[in-house]
Each structure stands twice: as structure tokens, then as C-alpha cells.
């Protein structure tokens, strides 16, 4: 007997009409306590399924399978016929992604705990463990899904898509998290076939995980839990009471979940495709349509006198002069034949694909100098900065709704390395837009200074993300190392 971990598809809803219908009609029933690990239970909620299936949808939009098999009814002569569809070769659902994820990260990410030698160490550890490139993950699924968990290891981070994954919130309170839970179900192969057996919960709150493993009669995306078991998984043993694990941490759980757009539920979060895909859809749709009819005209229609044509002797219909099979036979005083062309006017309807392209732009926020890249002559960096701001404000705006998420998710990595630290004292800081290198962030600084117009202390938080107190201590070690001061000596 082999026994494996999968992830099963849910095919079930292909049809973006369907998905927010679906989603609504158990938005709000949020798990509020941990009875759902009562046996002879089904799972998951109502809530979780439809919020499953928008997911999954979400996804289809990322990677370009909504369209599969999706065609187009059309009225030609008044009769109803379909017609392919055609998505648009560049993906803008991918597309926005891309070069959002572009914009946040074109920097590093600056962090400070107000400790030279604390701050190299962190420095190393992120390096070490590639822990930024987990956080892009991180942020391009959260855009794509509205919803990404993320679990902190003494090794790195790992962000995976939600569909497993929810959150147990007090009831007088959506905003408390009482724990968040991640489930997989596992199958098991014996004599070649292949059913789900078990299902595992691993438990995150503050201090503490939790994991019990229970047998199980469904599929990945619903069924009913049986009884506790005990089990072998992954080089440990599970006992049939649950295994609990404590992580030196009280303060802060391993797992977090992150949410964009959460003000549209108020628990969990909302895709950034939600405000363009209509226009999208809408897109393709003309451009579709417009395809149809330029193939329907790409063979033109030639047009013959009565001359051209004599009866037939064997059939007693009609028939084209021929010679040898071959040429029309052309009699004196006879007009040549002549094709009938398609002057192909469809300026209309390209004004309405201009029209919903800038309603996209309008709504992504990024703008087409940002999307398309183009720009006339040679601006300068103040000039795109300002031409690109929408799409600088959108990525802000996005990593605030994150950042406590992302910082948590580097304080918890610390302290499982033995970094002594304190939440408050970590400051991250997103350098999105930022063209200036080192050099020009120096001279801008020294000059600024030199003219009396900002302090060096503001010019540190402006340019560098230092909070107050590390601004203030980073000129203290700058004394220090003059020479003109000693520690703790003030002005």
C-alpha cells in the first residue's frame, strides 16, 4: 500500500457568471470554533467551498484557461450560429500581475532593527534563506487570489495558493483570529486504484501548532471526517490524540494569512482582477467578433455575366464555359468578370476597443506608459515617476494592506534563528518607484543638508526607511565613529 499526497481539480464551475453567484450564497459563515474536527463531520463549510471556487477561477484567469473551449453565439441572418473565441495573446490578467510584481520589486526590500550588527545579521539570514523571493511569491499569489497563507520556517518561507487553508474567527469579533488552519487530504493506492483516505489539520495560533490526522470518506473537495487515527507522515509519527509542537514564539503564530481588498468581506480578501475583468472579457469579445467577420471575408466573391454560363447536356443544369477544365471562355463584347472585395470597415467598433482600453487602464491603475512601456523621447526619471504615479500608488497602497503579514513573517524568521528582536522594532520598507541609485540618494541627501532645508534625521527616514530611533541612533554612531563623541553623550 502507497500513500501520497494530491491536489484534485475542481472543474465545476467554468463560467464566470456562475462563480460570484456561488460565492455569495455562503459569504459570511465563517468557522468560529474548532468543531469541524468532530467526527462524522462534513467538510468543509458552505463558506469555504465557494470561496474555494473563486480561487480557482482566479487562477483560470491568471494562466489563460477560462477560455478554453469558450465560444460565442452571434445572430447571422437572423439565425443563431457560434463563433470561436479569442483571447488576446497577451494575457492582461497576467499581464498586470507581471508588471506590478515588477514595480514592487525592482528594489530591494530596505530593513532596519536599529542595530548595525543586528542588521547585518538579518541581512545574511534573508540572503541565506532567500527570503525575499518567497515574499514576491507571496505578494504575486495575494494578487492573483486575494487570499495567500504564508509559513515561516527556520529555513525560509513558503507562500502557497489558499484552496486548503482558513481561518477560525471569534464570533463577536471577525477581526480576532482564533487560529489559522491548513487541511490536505491524503490518498491511498491500493491494488492500483487510488481513494482518499485520510485528511491531515495542522493548527497555527500563537505558540503553538497543533496536527491531528483523521480518516476521511470524499475527494480534495468535500466529504465527511471519520475518527481520529494514528499515523506515520513524512518521517513522523502522528498520534491518534494530535501532536502538539510549541515554537519559542508566544507572541506570534508561523503562519500568516494575508488579504487584499479586504474591506469587500471583511475576513478574507478580494482579487485584484475583480475591477478588470468585465473590461477584459468585453475586450475579447469585439475582438472575437471582428475576427469572424474579416475571415468570413478573406475569400472574396466573384461575380459572372449570364454569358459566362451554358446549359448543361448531361445534368440540364447550368455550367461555366471551360477550356481543357480550366479558363473561362470569353465571348467579343463580353464584360470581364470581376470579384467582389470587402472594404472592411470596422472603425467603429475599433473605437469602442480604444474606449474599453482606457477604462482598463483607468482601472488597473497602471496606466499605458507603465503597461506598454512606451514613452516619447528622452524623459527623465522625475517626468516617469509622475507619469507612472497611479500605478506607484496602487503597489503602496497593495503592500500596506500586507506589510504586517510580510514583517511578521521576518520577525518569526529571526527569532527561529535566535535573533533577538522584538516586532516593534523591525521596520520594512518597499522601495517602489525608486530609481536613484546610492550615489544619487547620497548627493540629494548632502545637499539637501547643506541648504538647511530638511535634517539629517528626516532625510534618513525619507531615503533610507529608518523609523525615528534609528535615524537618531545611526547619526549617534556616526559621532561615535568621528571620533568627537562618546556613547550616550548628547549635544
Same mark, same amino acid.
Given at each position: 500500500?502507497?500513500?501520497?499526497?494530491?491536489?484534485?481539480?475542481?472543474?465545476?464551475?467554468?463560467?464566470?457568471?456562475?462563480?460570484?453567484?456561488?460565492?455569495?450564497?455562503?459569504?459570511?459563515?465563517?468557522?468560529?470554533?474548532?468543531?469541524?474536527?468532530?467526527?462524522?463531520?462534513?467538510?468543509?463549510?458552505?463558506?469555504?467551498?465557494?470561496?474555494?471556487?473563486?480561487?480557482?477561477?482566479?487562477?483560470?484567469?491568471?494562466?489563460?484557461?477560462?477560455?478554453?473551449?469558450?465560444?460565442?453565439?452571434? *445572430?447571422?441572418?437572423?439565425?443563431?450560429?457560434?463563433?470561436?473565441?479569442?483571447?488576446?495573446?497577451?494575457?492582461?490578467?497576467?499581464?498586470?500581475?507581471?508588471?506590478?510584481?515588477?514595480?514592487?520589486?525592482?528594489?530591494?526590500?530596505?530593513?532596519?532593527?536599529?542595530?548595525?550588527?543586528?542588521?547585518?545579521?538579518?541581512?545574511?539570514?534573508?540572503?541565506?534563506?532567500?527570503?525575499?523571493?518567497?515574499?514576491?511569491?507571496?505578494?504575486?499569489?495575494?494578487?492573483?487570489?486575494?487570499?495567500?497563507?504564508?509559513?515561516?520556517?527556520?529555513?525560509?518561507?513558503?507562500?502557497?495558493?489558499?484552496?486548503?487553508?482558513?481561518?477560525?474567527?471569534?464570533?463577536?469579533?471577525?477581526?480576532?483570529?482564533?487560529?489559522?488552519?491548513?487541511?490536505?487530504?491524503?490518498?491511498?493506492?491500493?491494488?492500483?486504484?487510488?481513494?482518499?483516505?485520510?485528511?491531515?489539520?495542522?493548527?497555527?495560533?500563537?505558540?503553538?501548532?497543533?496536527?491531528?490526522?483523521?480518516?476521511?470518506?470524499?475527494?480534495?473537495?468535500?466529504?465527511?471526517?471519520?475518527?481520529?487515527?494514528?499515523?506515520?507522515?513524512?518521517?513522523?509519527?502522528?498520534?491518534?490524540?494530535?501532536?502538539?509542537?510549541?515554537?519559542?514564539?508566544?507572541?506570534?503564530?508561523?503562519?500568516?494569512?494575508?488579504?487584499?481588498?479586504?474591506?469587500?468581506?471583511?475576513?478574507?480578501?478580494?482579487?485584484?482582477?475583480?475591477?478588470?475583468?468585465?473590461?477584459?472579457?468585453?475586450?475579447?469579445?469585439?475582438?472575437?467578433?471582428?475576427?469572424?467577420?474579416?475571415?468570413?471575408?478573406?475569400?472574396?466573391?466573384?461575380?459572372?455575366?449570364?454569358?459566362?454560363?451554358?446549359?448543361?447536356?448531361?445534368?440540364?443544369?447550368?455550367?461555366?464555359?471551360?477550356?481543357?477544365?480550366?479558363?473561362?471562355?470569353?465571348?467579343?463584347?463580353?464584360?470581364?468578370?470581376?470579384?467582389?472585395?470587402?472594404?472592411?470597415?470596422?472603425?467603429?467598433?475599433?473605437?469602442?476597443?480604444?474606449?474599453?482600453?482606457?477604462?482598463?487602464?483607468? *482601472?488597473?491603475?497602471?496606466?499605458?506608459?507603465?503597461?506598454?512601456?512606451?514613452?516619447?523621447?528622452?524623459?527623465?526619471?522625475?517626468?516617469?515617476?509622475?507619469?507612472?504615479?497611479?500605478?506607484?500608488?496602487?503597489?503602496?497602497?497593495?503592500?500596506?494592506?500586507?506589510?504586517?503579514?510580510?514583517?511578521?513573517?521576518?520577525?518569526?524568521?529571526?527569532?527561529?534563528?535566535?535573533?533577538?528582536?522584538?516586532?516593534?522594532?523591525?521596520?520594512?520598507?518597499?522601495?517602489?518607484?525608486?530609481?536613484?541609485?546610492?550615489?544619487?540618494?547620497?548627493?540629494?541627501?548632502?545637499?539637501?543638508?547643506?541648504?538647511?532645508? *530638511?535634517?539629517?534625521?528626516?532625510?534618513?527616514?525619507?531615503?533610507?526607511?529608518?523609523?525615528?530611533?534609528?535615524?537618531?541612533?545611526?547619526?549617534?554612531?556616526?559621532?561615535?565613529?568621528?571620533?568627537?563623541?562618546?556613547?550616550?553623550?548628547?549635544?
Amino acid at each position: 500500500m502507497e500513500t501520497f499526497d494530491t491536489l484534485g481539480k475542481d472543474k465545476r464551475l467554468n463560467d464566470s457568471s456562475n462563480v460570484d453567484i456561488y460565492r455569495s450564497l455562503a459569504k459570511g459563515q465563517y468557522y468560529t470554533d474548532f468543531s469541524f474536527l468532530l467526527p462524522n463531520t462534513s467538510f468543509p463549510n458552505q463558506e469555504t467551498l465557494g470561496r474555494n471556487a473563486v480561487y480557482k477561477y482566479n487562477h483560470r484567469l491568471y494562466t489563460g484557461e477560462y477560455a478554453k473551449g469558450k465560444r460565442l453565439v452571434g *445572430l447571422i441572418d437572423n439565425k443563431e450560429c457560434t463563433m470561436p473565441y479569442k483571447m488576446l495573446s497577451t494575457n492582461f490578467f497576467k499581464l498586470t500581475i507581471s508588471k506590478l510584481i515588477s514595480l514592487v520589486f525592482s528594489n530591494d526590500i530596505l530593513i532596519k532593527s536599529g542595530d548595525i550588527g543586528r542588521d547585518k545579521r538579518i541581512a545574511a539570514l534573508v540572503e541565506r534563506t532567500r527570503w525575499q523571493e518567497g515574499i514576491k511569491k507571496f505578494f504575486k499569489l495575494v494578487e492573483i487570489y486575494g487570499d495567500c497563507p504564508i509559513k515561516t520556517y527556520k529555513d525560509g518561507v513558503s507562500a502557497f495558493a489558499p484552496y486548503n487553508g482558513f481561518k477560525v474567527v471569534a464570533s463577536h469579533d471577525k477581526q480576532q483570529v482564533l487560529g489559522y488552519v491548513i487541511y490536505n487530504v491524503i490518498y491511498t493506492k491500493t491494488n492500483n486504484k487510488v481513494m482518499a483516505s485520510h485528511i491531515r489539520f495542522e493548527i497555527h495560533q500563537k505558540g503553538i501548532i497543533f496536527e491531528r490526522v483523521y480518516t476521511y470518506n470524499g475527494n480534495n473537495i468535500s466529504g465527511t471526517i471519520g475518527y481520529p487515527v494514528e499515523f506515520e507522515y513524512n518521517g513522523r509519527t502522528i498520534s491518534k490524540d494530535g501532536n502538539t509542537y510549541e515554537t519559542g514564539i508566544e507572541d506570534c503564530e508561523l503562519v500568516q494569512w494575508g488579504t487584499l481588498n479586504s474591506e469587500a468581506d471583511g475576513v478574507y480578501g478580494q482579487s485584484s482582477f475583480m475591477d478588470i475583468k468585465d473590461i477584459i472579457f468585453t475586450l475579447e469579445q469585439r475582438l472575437s467578433s471582428e475576427l469572424h467577420i474579416m475571415n468570413e471575408h478573406e475569400k472574396p466573391l466573384l461575380i459572372l455575366g449570364a454569358q459566362n454560363f451554358r446549359e448543361s447536356e448531361q445534368t440540364g443544369g447550368y455550367e461555366l464555359k471551360v477550356v481543357n477544365g480550366k479558363y473561362l471562355i470569353r465571348q467579343d463584347g463580353e464584360e470581364n468578370p470581376e470579384y467582389v472585395t470587402w472594404d472592411g470597415k470596422l472603425e467603429s467598433s475599433k473605437q469602442y476597443r480604444d474606449d474599453l482600453m482606457s477604462f482598463f487602464y483607468e *482601472l488597473s491603475e497602471l496606466g499605458k506608459t507603465f503597461l506598454s512601456g512606451e514613452y516619447v523621447g528622452n524623459i527623465s526619471e522625475e517626468t516617469l515617476g509622475n507619469t507612472i504615479k497611479s500605478a506607484i500608488d496602487r503597489g503602496n497602497r497593495d503592500s500596506l494592506d500586507v506589510y504586517y503579514v510580510v514583517k511578521n513573517s521576518l520577525y518569526t524568521l529571526c527569532r527561529l534563528n535566535g535573533i533577538a528582536i522584538k516586532p516593534e522594532e523591525l521596520t520594512i520598507v518597499f522601495s517602489i518607484g525608486r530609481t536613484d541609485d546610492d550615489k544619487q540618494v547620497a548627493e540629494i541627501i548632502k545637499t539637501m543638508v547643506s541648504a538647511d532645508i *530638511l535634517s539629517k534625521q528626516t532625510m534618513l527616514e525619507k531615503y533610507l526607511g529608518y523609523n525615528s530611533e534609528q535615524a537618531q541612533a545611526e547619526m549617534e554612531r556616526i559621532k561615535i565613529e568621528k571620533g568627537g563623541y562618546q556613547h550616550g553623550e548628547t549635544d
